[in-house]
């Protein structure tokens, strides 16, 4: 049998994961190493609360990693998504990384208003 993750001591710092730091469900599962089932689990038995404060049941949850686009931005996505045989949400996330990695959002968005930021010297090969 494995080594206890959730043991009392542990369970008790989730509650100021959720209220102070608003660390979601999945989030605080990631840091202490456990699925996130097994975390709902055990602290429903513990009569621990993995809501935000405020929070009521029967209320739309918003995740703040929710990006909206307009219907033909969408079927555009999709379109080219499925043309490289990925996912919309591969695409995006891959479109995404690399305009932050290579500070190309002037180059993207057209933008000359916006001071551009030193560029890190890179090796390339």
Do not use: H, W
């Not at 049998?1 to 730091?21: D, F, H, N, W, Y």
């Not at 602290?43 to 993995?50: D, N």
Request: with cysteine; aromatic share 2%.
């Amino acid at each position: 049998m494995g080594r206890k993750i959730l043991t009392k001591e542990v369970l008790a710092t989730i509650p100021e994961m959720v209220e102070r730091s608003g660390m979601r469900a999945d989030d605080i599962a990631e840091k202490l190493g456990c699925n996130i089932g097994t975390l709902k689990v055990r602290c429903s038995q513990a009569k621990i609360s993995l809501r935000p404060p405020g929070s009521r049941r029967g209320r739309p949850r918003i995740d703040e990693r929710t990006i909206r686009l307009s219907g033909d931005a969408l079927a555009l996505l999709q379109r080219r998504a499925a043309a490289s045989g990925k996912t919309e949400a591969a695409l995006a996330r891959e479109l995404l990384e690399t305009i932050a990695r290579d500070d190309l959002y002037d180059a993207v968005l057209d933008d000359e208003s916006v001071e551009p930021l030193p560029m890190k010297k890179r090796a390339f090969g």
